[in-house]
């Protein structure tokens, strides 16, 4: 390209490849996703989230004795200090629940104890404690919106009981705490999406893993991305019933709106994790007795294909069956946010290792160069 040809721009990087990774794999063609080379079906159907954060961030599956000591060590990091204990109840709680976990994390970096060298162990270890203290700040957030006290951590559940417990009191049923796993799972790691790029291009100027997942979670809060789960449950609350499906989507085309939980940057045939998550929720509603959302859902995603051909993503079975599981809407995105931490940090150790500034060219369109008046 000479200086005077115009640069080709691809306009939100779609379709550039912009480096390599180990961590994940997605095969639009094949409707294919492997974490570190294991498909995420299998992982889903056989593995705890624990097992599948040790995958992601050391490249095997644990063997027991490996998984006993992580899961030491994650159970006994749990709790929020009392710094972060006052932080958080000082946070207005009528702002949007992904603002505390941004905000706690962001505090969660002025107090770390490690040095702030990114060796890959530093880095393990602050991406540890992250994982462990997430669920406590989002369950305890979650609490105080519906004016209860928090409930402290319990050592003798895994991570997705302990949460549960933490927002509800109790231990749901295996029926629903598998399927939220299953969710926890799914949501973990999906290669160079916007919120990962985001840590990857903070880790690139060499700044610290704290700052690289708060820039992550502010990615990830925008309804292209993870804040679909919310927007699909509050669409489904507005469509009340599978008979009013046709006349919704007629206003909503008619208007030119996007509809939530639909369609995705890479996969144009279906995201290959929603037979997974769909299965969870067809679970979930059985088991409940409360099939209206399901209804919805299979009416929405057929009307959708029959008249767009576009296809649900992971965000449209996960906003249902977390509103069946309890949870408050604006906890959704926040939930993914406990998963995704895990696939962020596990990008922001690939790319320190690796490093190279992320730094792309812009074409300017602005107006030519003239004097200041003086
Ligand atoms: C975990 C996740 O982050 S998964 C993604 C979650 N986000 C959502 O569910 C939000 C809704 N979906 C979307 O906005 C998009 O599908 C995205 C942003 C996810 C991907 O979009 P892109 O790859 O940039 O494609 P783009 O938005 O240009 O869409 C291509 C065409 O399909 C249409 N389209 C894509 N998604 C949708 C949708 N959900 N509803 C209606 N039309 C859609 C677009 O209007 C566009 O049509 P046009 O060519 O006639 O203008
Ligand atoms: O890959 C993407 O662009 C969005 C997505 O599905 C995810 O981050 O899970």
Redesign the pocket.
């Known amino acids: 390209m000479t200086s005077t040809e115009a640069p080709e721009i691809r306009k ?1 990087l ?1 379709g550039v490849v912009v480096d390599n990774t180990a961590i994940s794999k997605v095969v639009p063609e094949t409707n294919s996703l492997t974490y570190r080379g294991y498909a995420v079906q299998d992982l889903a159907a056989h593995c705890s989230f624990e097992e599948v954060a040790y995958l992601l961030w050391h490249g095997e599956l644990p063997t027991p004795s490996q998984l006993q000591q992580f899961s030491q060590k994650e159970r006994a990091s749990r709790r929020l200090d009392r710094a972060g204990e006052s932080v958080l109840t000082r946070i207005p709680d009528n702002c949007h629940p992904m603002d505390v976990c941004r905000t706690m994390i962001s505090f969660l970096g002025t107090t770390d104890p490690d040095e702030d060298v990114p060796t890959p162990q530093a880095n393990l270890a602050k991406a540890q404690r992250m994982f462990a203290v997430l669920p406590t700040i989002v369950a305890a957030d979650m609490r105080r919106r519906r004016g209860l006290e928090p409930i402290a951590p319990h050592h003798g559940y895994g991570y997705a009981e302990n949460f549960l417990n933490m927002c509800f009191g109790s231990v749901p049923d295996p029926v629903i705490v598998k399927a939220f796993e299953q969710s926890l799972i799914l949501y973990a790691e999906h290669s160079f ?1 916007a919120s990962t790029f985001a840590a990857r291009v903070v880790t690139s100027t060499t700044s610290d893993i704290y700052s690289a997942v708060t820039a992550a979670i502010g990615a990830l809060k925008g ?4 804040g ?1 789960n919310e927007a699909v449950m509050h669409d489904m609350i507005d469509i009340d019933r599978p008979e009013r499906v046709t006349e919704w989507l007629d206003g909503m085309r008619e208007r030119k709106e ?8 890479v996969y144009k045939n279906g995201d290959s994790r929603v037979p997974t998550m769909h299965e969870a929720l067809v679970r979930v509603s059985d088991h409940l007795g409360e099939p209206k959302w399901l209804a919805i859902y299979d009416e929405l995603a057929r009307q959708m294909d029959e008249r ?1 051909g ?1 296809k649900p ?3 449209f079975p996960t906003g249902p069956a977390y509103h069946l599981m309890g949870f408050d809407i604006g906890s959704f995105t926040p939930i993914f946010v406990m998963a995704r931490v895990t696939g962020w940090t596990a990008h922001i150790i690939e790319q320190t290792g690796d490093n190279a500034l992320i730094r792309p060219l812009s074409a300017y369109n602005g107006s030519p160069q003239r004097p200041v008046k003086a």
């Open positions: 939100g779609a999406n309804s292209l991305h993870g679909a996007k509809i939530m939980g639909f369609g995705h940057r767009t576009i993503n992971l965000d």
